[in-house]
């Protein structure tokens, strides 16, 4: 039975003073605990302005109210009545590493507050004289700690509140007299809210720190990604690249050596050929002279006079004026011109290898991004950056008139007899230029007539038929819509209202390494009409869609 109550009384203890709950409350989250406790424990919260449950740690923000929870009060009331209230468990006594109290004795219990006037622990019990009665309404209450001594001055034995900002430590008001007296001095509280300030900006500027390095890790961590892959990838396609050469190389080199043994059996046949002729002719010559000299032993003059006409009469002989001997210097030639080949091929991989290694070793991740440029200010900085642009007829709707050397361009009714490409823009009245546009440039366009214009940049790979390839309609170009006394930005297809003097003349600045496109009004000042900061991926083009009207690349000095 005994055991029975003490497992009840446990269940319903607060958790901050393992006791029975005296004016027990209930918080949002659902948990009790004496009105006192919960109090206590949220006055040590008050500086972060976040208050907690002890048990859940659900968080509560603004502090909440307390209210009285009567179904838990009324059962610890019947708790007491039944006299199930026993002694405090073991737990709540001090332990080795426990703060105990100072007044109790026998057995010490575990600190439950230090109080810095009286400087003293106090269990649960003996704190509440410190609650209740305006004796000790000033009295300072804090966390128990073993390091509460460490808070008095050790010349005067007084509690330290007070600190110095010209010897950055904390002092009690007697130091204030002698040694640190003319010095630098603010409540200890209030040092505590600055720099407890000062530590939420420092905090704030460690978390962003916190945030920009790990996104600088995972860069970095793409980057090593994409160096690997991009690594690969080179020795693969150079290991193909230099198959191939050996693989030519030793094609050339078959091919050669079939040349030559093609050839060798040709000159060897001839000169076999030949030889035989010579051969049978040395047999019929030496028939012939035996026969001779058989006919000059014919003692019949008769006989011999008959005979001699037929063995005197010769063949013609075979031409050989047409061999021409030259010891070991038949293919010589073949192998100096394969020898002048190694050298130029050795003198080629000589020259391109110190561009394949400043290749390799130009790789460099890291490598510092050069401090950008300033953007220009008046149109004379703008000026020195002016590009000379015109228009490509490949590209021109067959409604666009292009003139002036393919600086104008004019919507016309009638269409015109340019011939088929690939690169024209088939459904509306666009036009791109001829000159790629990288680095930094500066160009201005002027409107003529009361037809919109619209002034643009775009990669070379934008669609040339249908609504997306209309400039801005689209991630691949980027376009200001000039009206009659009004403007619009337009790209990826999404509408930017733009406001800012009314000209005739528009200047494009373009910073492609740094990702700015800049357009302005162009008067007798200059007006900064629409900014981009982005990242340009290609090469870009200036792009004009004249409908109706006409517009014009200046020609700017």
Request: glycine fraction near 4%.
């Amino acid at each position: 039975m005994a055991q029975r109550d003490q497992l009840d009384q446990e269940s319903f203890s607060c958790v901050i003073c393992l006791d029975l709950p005296k004016d027990p409350v209930a918080i949002p989250c659902g948990h009790s605990y004496c009105m006192s406790c919960i109090k206590g424990f949220w006055d040590g919260e008050d500086q972060r302005k976040i208050y907690s449950c002890p048990q859940c740690r659900e968080a509560f923000t603004p502090r909440p109210v307390l209210k009285k929870n009567t179904m838990l009060a009324a059962l610890v009331e019947q708790l007491k009545k039944t006299g199930l209230q026993a002694a405090p468990a073991d737990h709540c006594y001090a332990g080795p590493e426990d703060v105990a109290y100072d007044v109790c004795t026998g057995r010490k219990l575990k600190a439950f507050k230090s109080c810095l006037v009286c400087l003293a622990f106090y269990c649960e019990n003996h704190l509440q004289s410190h609650y209740e009665s305006p004796t000790f309404k000033k009295h300072e209450l804090v966390e128990p700690s073993k390091k509460l001594q460490e808070n008095i001055c050790s010349r005067h034995d007084e509690v330290m509140k007070i600190f110095c900002r010209t010897d950055k430590k904390c002092i009690c008001y007697l130091c204030t007299m002698d040694e640190h007296k003319g010095h630098d001095t603010v409540p200890a509280t209030a040092e505590r809210t600055e720099r407890q300030r000062e530590r939420e900006v420092s905090r704030l500027n460690i978390q962003q720190r916190i945030q920009h390095r790990e996104k600088d890790v995972k860069l970095l961590q793409q980057e090593v990604e994409a160096v690997s892959l991009s690594a690969d990838k080179a020795v693969e396609d150079s290991e193909k690249i230099f198959t191939q050469l050996i693989r030519l190389l030793q094609k050339r080199s078959s091919d050669v050596k079939q040349q030559i043994r093609s050839q060798q059996e040709t000159e060897v046949s001839g000169v076999k050929e030949l030889q035989e002729k010579l051969q049978q002719e040395v047999t019929e010559l030496k028939r012939k002279d035996a026969e001779l000299k058989q006919l000059s032993h014919t003692e019949d003059h008769n006989q011999f006079l008959h005979n001699y006409p037929s063995v005197s009469q010769l063949s013609e002989p075979t031409d050989s004026s047409s061999i021409n001997i030259r010891p070991l210097r038949y293919f010589e030639d073949v192998t100096a011109a394969v020898s002048e080949l190694r050298d130029k091929l050795q003198d080629i991989l000589r020259d391109e290898w110190t561009n394949i290694s400043a290749a390799v070793t130009g790789v460099d991740v890291l490598l510092p991004e050069p401090e950008p440029e300033p953007e220009p200010k008046t149109r004379a900085d703008f000026l020195r950056y002016s590009r000379e642009i015109t228009l490509d007829p490949n590209t021109a709707n067959t409604y666009l008139l292009l003139s002036d050397e393919n600086r104008k361009v004019r919507w016309t009714r009638q269409q015109q007899s340019y011939s088929c490409h690939i690169d024209r823009f088939t459904e509306w009245w666009q036009v791109l230029s001829r000159n790629s546009l990288t680095g930094r440039c500066y160009w201005e366009v002027k409107r003529r007539g009361e037809g919109r214009v619209h002034v643009a940049v775009a990669y070379k790979n934008i669609s040339r038929a249908g609504n997306d390839s209309v400039f801005g309609c689209n991630d691949k170009s980027w376009s200001l819509y000039c009206y009659p006394n009004r403007y619009v930005f337009w790209f990826n297809n999404i509408e930017t209202p733009v406001s800012g003097p009314d000209s005739s003349r528009v200047g494009v600045y373009l910073d492609h390494r740094a990702g700015i496109l800049s357009f302005y009004s162009v008067s007798e000042t200059m007006t900064l009409l629409h900014r981009v900061q982005t990242t340009f991926t290609q090469p870009l083009y200036a792009g004009l869609y004249v409908y109706p009207g006409a517009a014009e690349l200046c020609k700017v000095k």
